[in-house]
């Protein structure tokens, strides 16, 4: 009798019980070269399938060693790509043609193998798959309370759980006998298990190291080495369902949500209770007719069976959204918008009309709304979000309404300074809280006064005062004070040696600040700082000094020459050999501005200030740029 296994059968240890029990007494066992392919690679990743498919060989090799059976091993070793596509029958394949091959009965769990091998004229034992470690009821289910929201297992430690109401959770030691690891590995084999072969679970990830798995309404991670130091387990389940009713604001949230199709970001820090408000928007949005769907990896909201939730399509959510815009529905549920990727899904289905729900961790209500800025256009901003909901401790905190005129800024004058400005509004008080614009070739986050003028230390002014020290620190070398005298009015003290570099020849590096900030800027020496000594109108006041086209501090000394980098945001000076060194960069013998060396070995500028502008026009003129070491 001659019997070839293929990997199931061998996984299931179907053959060495076969050979126990007398069936297969002086039998041919050919075991294919696949069959030991498929478990090093299963093994190798760290299935326990492969290692007791291993263990399984290793029995067999006894009893041949004992004569009971005739063992061999036949056939060819697949490749690797055949291994990778084994669940799509590559391997199998090859294990057929060993059993064809050599005129022996193929002994298999696998009920797609038996059916082809069947359909080719292969004879074929089938045998049921064995079914381990699959438990009724989830074994750490005692763990959790009415008030439990998480258990926390990890192999040699004490079991935590966090219990207690929404924004009132305590971290507590529930059992003070430390989890051993044989318990530990017990318990993530049957959970995720009882995952796979239960109808109220699904596997959503599984990676070498990492299962995460949905049970009814636990979402469980699994992790065990190499990825985690140890295997650790950690259950959560929502401890609270609420509907719009339960929050503050729910009448004007209700008519906002019915009024039109949104775009609303629900912001807050974990825990805070941003899924469960997430949920009750769904189920009032069900509850007035409108198509709801959700996209979450993984999918974890306590949502009624109408409403569709859909994971990562291919392990990519713009896979998901693409399929989503072809089901067409009112609403979209996103939890969580955590990646520019997600971003991105998240604006081009509010950009085709589908409104949206996104979750977003954030510790301030404004944060949320940050962090679309650099991800998207600046002005397609309120068009994707128009509103943005603060949850802290379970209640609704803060909500702000976002829409956009063209207008200048609050704390500036100049009338051609007015620009497309973002205005983020409490919707309580319609008061603007923030502004988020454009400032200096830089998009900036202005907040107001409550009074609304900005405030002479606040608001713009704080953001004038920074883009101004930092234009003038690019080219002056010593310390630099700014002092702001009103909106649209500063006063810059700097070493006496910097003034002629700070000015640039004719005026032409002070009016350009000036003239792209909108604020009229005098220099002065720090000796003419009132209380610093003798006072004066300051250098400034002519553009006659000497500019920054006179022999720089070095002389004739060219140093060493460098090819700058243009890249979309800075120019880039590469500098390898000073690391942590002040030098001077010079555009031949004229000196342009002094900087420190970065851990990369680079100097950076940012394009749009000053000097990165006259730098960039140097390399256009093809003028030798170099770097010496700055001057004591």
Same mark, same amino acid.
């Given at each position: 009798?001659?019997?070839?296994?293929?990997?199931?059968?061998?996984?299931?240890?179907?053959?060495?019980?076969?050979?126990?029990?007398?069936?297969? $007494?002086?039998?041919?066992?050919?075991?294919?070269?696949?069959?030991?392919?498929?478990?090093?690679?299963?093994?190798?990743?760290?299935? &326990?399938?492969?290692?007791?498919?291993?263990?399984?060989?290793?029995?067999?090799?006894?009893?041949?060693?004992?004569?009971?059976?005739?063992?061999?091993?036949?056939?060819?070793?697949?490749?690797?790509?055949?291994?990778?596509?084994?669940?799509?029958?590559?391997?199998?394949?090859?294990?057929?043609?060993?059993?064809?091959?050599?005129?022996?009965?193929?002994?298999?769990?696998?009920?797609?193998?038996?059916?082809?091998?069947?359909?080719?004229?292969?004879?074929?034992?089938?045998?049921?798959?064995?079914?381990?470690?699959?438990?009724?009821?989830?074994?750490?289910?005692?763990?959790?309370?009415?008030?439990?929201?998480?258990?926390?297992?990890?192999?040699?430690?004490?079991?935590?759980?966090?219990?207690?109401?929404?924004?009132?959770?305590?971290?507590?030691?529930?059992?003070?006998?430390?989890?051993?690891?044989?318990?530990?590995?017990?318990?993530?084999?049957?959970?995720?298990?009882?995952?796979?072969?239960?109808?109220?679970?699904?596997?959503?990830?599984?990676?070498?190291?990492?299962?995460?798995?949905?049970?009814?309404?636990?979402?469980?991670?699994?992790?065990?080495?190499?990825?985690?130091?140890?295997?650790?387990?950690?259950?959560?389940?929502?401890?609270?369902?609420?509907?719009?009713?339960?929050? $503050?604001?729910?009448?004007?949230?209700?008519?906002?949500?019915?009024?039109?199709?949104?775009?609303?970001?629900?912001?807050?820090?974990?825990?805070?209770?941003?899924?469960?408000?997430?949920?009750?928007?769904?189920?009032?949005?069900?509850?007035?007719?409108?198509?709801?769907?959700?996209?979450?990896?993984?999918?974890?909201?306590?949502?009624?069976?109408?409403?569709?939730?859909?994971?990562?399509?291919?392990?990519?959510?713009?896979?998901?959204?693409?399929?989503?815009?072809?089901?067409?529905?009112?609403?979209?549920?996103?939890?969580?918008?955590?990646?520019?990727?997600?971003?991105?899904?998240?604006?081009?289905?509010?950009?085709?009309?589908?409104?949206?729900?996104?979750?977003?961790?954030?510790?301030?209500?404004?944060?949320?709304?940050?962090?679309?800025?650099?991800?998207?256009?600046?002005?397609?901003?309120?068009?994707?979000?128009?509103?943005?909901?603060?949850?802290?401790?379970?209640?609704?905190?803060?909500?702000?309404?976002?829409?956009?005129?063209?207008?200048?800024?609050?704390?500036?004058?100049?009338?051609?300074?007015?620009?497309?400005?973002?205005?983020?509004?409490?919707?309580?008080?319609?008061?603007?809280?923030?502004?988020?614009?454009?400032?200096?070739?830089?998009?900036?986050?202005?907040?107001?006064?409550?009074?609304?003028?900005?405030?002479?230390?606040?608001?713009?002014?704080?953001?004038?005062?920074?883009?101004?020290?930092?234009?003038?620190?690019?080219?002056?070398?010593?310390?630099?004070?700014?002092?702001?005298?009103?909106?649209?009015?500063?006063?810059?003290?700097?070493?006496?040696?910097?003034?002629?570099?700070?000015?640039?020849?004719?005026?032409?590096?002070?009016?350009?600040?000036?003239?792209?900030?909108?604020?009229?800027?005098?220099?002065?020496?720090?000796?003419?700082?009132?209380?610093?000594?003798?006072?004066?109108?300051?250098?400034?006041?002519?553009?006659?000094?000497?500019?920054?086209?006179?022999?720089?501090?070095?002389?004739?000394?060219?140093?060493?020459?460098?090819?700058?980098?243009?890249?979309?945001?800075?120019?880039?000076?590469?500098?390898?050999?000073?690391?942590?060194?002040?030098?001077?960069?010079?555009?031949?013998?004229?000196?342009?501005?002094?900087?420190?060396?970065?851990?990369?070995?680079?100097?950076?500028?940012?394009?749009?200030?000053?000097?990165?502008?006259?730098?960039?026009?140097?390399? &256009?003129?093809?003028?030798?740029?170099?770097?010496?070491?700055?001057?004591?």
């Amino acid at each position: 009798m001659k019997v070839v296994p293929d990997t199931s059968a061998v996984i299931d240890g179907r053959v060495s019980e076969r050979v126990a029990d007398g069936t297969y $007494e002086e039998a041919t066992v050919l075991v294919p070269e696949a069959v030991v392919g498929e478990l090093e690679s299963q093994a190798n990743d760290g299935h &326990d399938p492969g290692w007791d498919g291993l263990s399984e060989l290793q029995q067999l090799a006894e009893f041949a060693d004992e004569g009971t059976i005739s063992l061999s091993y036949v056939g060819r070793r697949p490749s690797a790509t055949e291994t990778r596509a084994a669940s799509e029958g590559d391997v199998d394949a090859i294990i057929r043609d060993v059993a064809e091959d050599h005129d022996a009965a193929l002994l298999t769990s696998d009920v797609v193998q038996a059916e082809v091998a069947r359909a080719k004229g292969i004879a074929v034992e089938y045998v049921e798959p064995v079914t381990r470690g699959v438990v009724e009821e989830l074994p750490i289910a005692d763990y959790f309370t009415e008030e439990t929201m998480s258990v926390h297992l990890k192999t040699g430690t004490k079991p935590k759980a966090k219990r207690g109401t929404l924004g009132e959770m305590r971290y507590a030691v529930i059992e003070e006998e430390p989890t051993s690891e044989d318990r530990m590995g017990e318990w993530a084999t049957a959970i995720v298990n009882l995952a796979r072969g239960s109808n109220d679970g699904f596997v959503e990830l599984s990676e070498e190291g990492m299962d995460i798995v949905q049970y009814r309404n636990y979402r469980i991670a699994v992790a065990r080495p190499p990825f985690a130091d140890g295997i650790e387990i950690t259950a959560v389940r929502p401890i609270a369902k609420t509907d719009l009713d339960d929050y $503050e604001f729910a009448d004007e949230l209700r008519e906002r949500f019915l009024e039109s199709k949104r775009g609303v970001l629900i912001s807050g820090s974990p825990g805070a209770g941003k899924s469960t408000f997430a949920q009750a928007v769904a189920e009032f949005l069900n509850d007035n007719d409108y198509a709801v769907k959700t996209m979450e990896k993984p999918r974890d909201l306590q949502v009624g069976p109408e409403i569709t939730q859909y994971g990562a399509l291919g392990g990519d959510m713009a896979n998901t959204a693409d399929s989503l815009l072809l089901v067409r529905p009112d609403y979209t549920i996103y939890d969580e918008v955590r990646k520019t990727a997600d971003f991105e899904v998240f604006s081009d289905m509010r950009m085709a009309g589908v409104g949206m729900v996104g979750v977003v961790h954030a510790s301030r209500a404004i944060d949320a709304l940050q962090r679309l800025v650099g991800r998207v256009e600046l002005g397609m901003i309120p068009q994707i979000v128009d509103t943005v909901v603060y949850i802290e401790a379970g209640h609704v905190h803060t909500v702000y309404d976002v829409d956009t005129e063209v207008k200048v800024p609050e704390g500036l004058t100049a009338e051609d300074l007015a620009r497309p400005v973002i205005r983020v509004r409490d919707f309580e008080t319609g008061r603007a809280d923030y502004e988020i614009y454009t400032f200096n070739r830089q998009v900036v986050t202005v907040p107001i006064g409550a009074d609304g003028d900005g405030g002479s230390e606040s608001g713009v002014s704080r953001i004038a005062k920074q883009e101004i020290e930092r234009e003038i620190r690019s080219v002056a070398r010593g310390h630099v004070d700014v002092e702001l005298q009103g909106r649209d009015t500063a006063i810059v003290y700097v070493e006496e040696d910097d003034i002629s570099y700070v000015i640039g020849k004719g005026g032409g590096r002070i009016s350009d600040i000036e003239n792209r900030l909108g604020i009229d800027i005098d220099v002065r020496t720090h000796d003419e700082r009132p209380g610093d000594g003798a006072g004066g109108s300051g250098a400034a006041g002519s553009a006659s000094g000497a500019g920054a086209g006179d022999a720089g501090p070095m002389g004739g000394d060219r140093g060493a020459v460098v090819q700058p980098e243009i890249t979309s945001r800075h120019v880039e000076i590469p500098v390898e050999e000073d690391v942590g060194e002040t030098v001077e960069v010079r555009a031949e013998d004229e000196y342009l501005f002094t900087a420190t060396v970065g851990r990369g070995g680079e100097i950076q500028v940012s394009r749009g200030s000053a000097i990165a502008e006259e730098l960039e026009d140097a390399i &256009d003129r093809k003028r030798t740029i170099s770097v010496v070491p700055a001057r004591g």
